[in-house]
C-alpha cells in the first residue's frame, strides 16, 4: 500500500473529523456524522498498523481518533477539579467518619501507654531487665535525645515518614482480620509507655515529653486514623448491615484507600515535623507550639470541613461511575 497515496485520498475525511471534535455543540446530524468518521479513521489506522505500526502517520491518525472518541463518549474531569475535590471533599469526609473511633482508639493507648510507664517506673526489677545501670543512664542521658540529631534532617525526615507509613499501611490493609489493629496499637503503647517508665525512673520525664511531644502529637494520631480505618473494614464484613457482606466491603475498602492516601501526606508532615523541628535549636515552647498547631490543623480540617462535606452527602467513596455502578434496566 503506498502511505502517501492513502493519506491523499483519506486527508479530507480525517481533517473533518478534526473540525467536529473540536465542536463545543454538535447537530444531531453532526454527531452522526462524527461518529462514522471515528469509525471509517479506526479502520484506516488499522490498516496503517499493518503496514507501518511505529510510522508518524499512525500516531498522529491515532490521536486524531482519541480525540474524537472523547468527544462522544465524554470527556472526564479534569485534574486540577479532582485533586480540588479529593482534598475538600472526599478527604475530610473520610477522616469525619473516622472521628470517634479514632478518639476511642487514642484513648486507649494512651491508657496502655501509662500502665507501661507507670509499671517501668514502679518496678525497679523491671529496670534492671532492661539493662544495666550504665547502659540505660547512657540511653537516657545521650541517645534519647541524640537520636533526633544524628542523621541529616532530611534523610532522618525520610526514615521516619517510611517508618510511621509502614505502620499505617498495615493497619490499613490487615485492619479487615480484626486482630492486627490491636496487635500493632499494643505492640506501639508498650514501646512507647516502657520508653517513658525508664526515663521517669531516671528523672527525665520532662526530656521525654519535650522531644516526643513536638512530632508525637501528630504522628501517633495518624496511626490512630490507619487504626480506625483498618477496624471499620473489619466492621463491614462483620456487619454488613443491610447490603451484602460484598458490597459493603467494597464501599468501605473504597473508603479506607482514601484515608491511606491522606495518611501519605499527613505522615509526610509529621516527618517534616520530627526531622526539622524536634532536634531544633528552637525553645521548647516554640516546638512544642508547632507540634500542637499541626495537630490543631489536623482537627479542623476534619471537624470543619469533614462536617460540610459529610452533610452534602460525601463519604470519602468514589464516584458512581468510578465504583463501577451500573443502571438498572426495568
Given at each position: 500500500m503506498d502511505i502517501d497515496a492513502f493519506t491523499a485520498v483519506h486527508q479530507h475525511d480525517w481533517k473533518r473529523l478534526d473540525e467536529l471534535s473540536a465542536k463545543r455543540r454538535l447537530t444531531g446530524a453532526e454527531a452522526d456524522e462524527l461518529l462514522v468518521l471515528y469509525q471509517r479513521a479506526s479502520t484506516h489506522l488499522s490498516m496503517i498498523r499493518s503496514i507501518a505500526p511505529e510510522s508518524q502517520l499512525s500516531a498522529a491518525l491515532s490521536t486524531r481518533i482519541s480525540r474524537a472518541r472523547t468527544r462522544f463518549t465524554g470527556a472526564r474531569s479534569n485534574f486540577a477539579e479532582d485533586v480540588a475535590n479529593f482534598f475538600v471533599f472526599a478527604l475530610p469526609a473520610?477522616?469525619?467518619?473516622?472521628?470517634?473511633?479514632?478518639?476511642?482508639?487514642?484513648?486507649?493507648?494512651?491508657?496502655?501507654?501509662?500502665?507501661?510507664?507507670?509499671?517501668?517506673?514502679?518496678?525497679?526489677?523491671?529496670?534492671?531487665?532492661?539493662?544495666?545501670?550504665?547502659?540505660?543512664?547512657?540511653?537516657?542521658?545521650?541517645?534519647?535525645?541524640n537520636y533526633y540529631s544524628e542523621n541529616p534532617h532530611a534523610s532522618f525526615a525520610g526514615m521516619v515518614w517510611t517508618n510511621n507509613a509502614w505502620i499505617a499501611a498495615q493497619c490499613v490493609a490487615f485492619g479487615v482480620t480484626g486482630v492486627w489493629v490491636p496487635l500493632i496499637l499494643w505492640m506501639n503503647a508498650q514501646g512507647v509507655g516502657m520508653a517513658g517508665g525508664m526515663m521517669a525512673a531516671y528523672g527525665e520525664l520532662d526530656t521525654f515529653f519535650l522531644y516526643i511531644l513536638p512530632?508525637?502529637?501528630?504522628?501517633?494520631?495518624?496511626?490512630?486514623?490507619?487504626?480506625?480505618?483498618?477496624?471499620?473494614?473489619?466492621?463491614?464484613?462483620?456487619?454488613?448491615?443491610?447490603?451484602?457482606?460484598?458490597?459493603?466491603?467494597?464501599?468501605?475498602?473504597?473508603?479506607?484507600?482514601?484515608?491511606?492516601?491522606?495518611?501519605?501526606?499527613?505522615?509526610?508532615?509529621?516527618?517534616?515535623?520530627?526531622?526539622?523541628?524536634?532536634?531544633?535549636?528552637?525553645?521548647?515552647?516554640?516546638?512544642?507550639?508547632?507540634?500542637?498547631?499541626?495537630?490543631?490543623?489536623?482537627?479542623?480540617?476534619?471537624?470543619?470541613?469533614?462536617?460540610?462535606?459529610?452533610?452534602?452527602?460525601?463519604?470519602?467513596?468514589?464516584?458512581?461511575?468510578?465504583?463501577?455502578?451500573?443502571?438498572?434496566?426495568?
Open positions: 473520610a477522616f469525619y467518619r473516622l472521628r470517634w473511633l479514632t478518639v476511642i482508639i487514642g484513648a486507649a493507648f494512651i491508657l496502655l501507654s501509662w500502665l507501661f510507664g507507670a509499671w517501668v517506673a514502679g518496678n525497679p526489677e523491671v529496670i534492671k531487665a532492661m539493662g544495666s545501670d550504665a547502659e540505660l543512664r547512657r540511653y537516657v542521658e545521650q541517645d534519647f535525645v512530632h508525637g502529637l501528630m504522628e501517633i494520631t495518624a496511626i490512630f486514623i490507619a487504626g480506625a480505618a483498618g477496624l471499620r473494614i473489619f466492621w463491614a464484613w462483620v456487619s454488613p448491615g443491610r447490603m451484602k457482606r460484598s458490597a459493603s466491603l467494597a464501599r468501605e475498602g473504597r473508603s479506607l484507600i482514601t484515608v491511606a492516601l491522606g495518611l501519605v501526606l499527613v505522615l509526610f508532615v509529621s516527618g517534616l515535623v520530627e526531622g526539622f523541628v524536634t532536634p531544633s535549636g528552637l525553645p521548647h515552647w516554640a516546638r512544642l507550639g508547632i507540634g500542637a498547631l499541626v495537630l490543631a490543623g489536623y482537627w479542623v480540617y476534619a471537624l470543619v470541613l469533614g462536617r460540610r462535606a459529610y452533610e452534602a452527602g460525601e463519604r470519602g467513596d468514589l464516584g458512581h461511575f468510578d465504583a463501577g455502578e451500573v443502571a438498572r434496566t426495568s
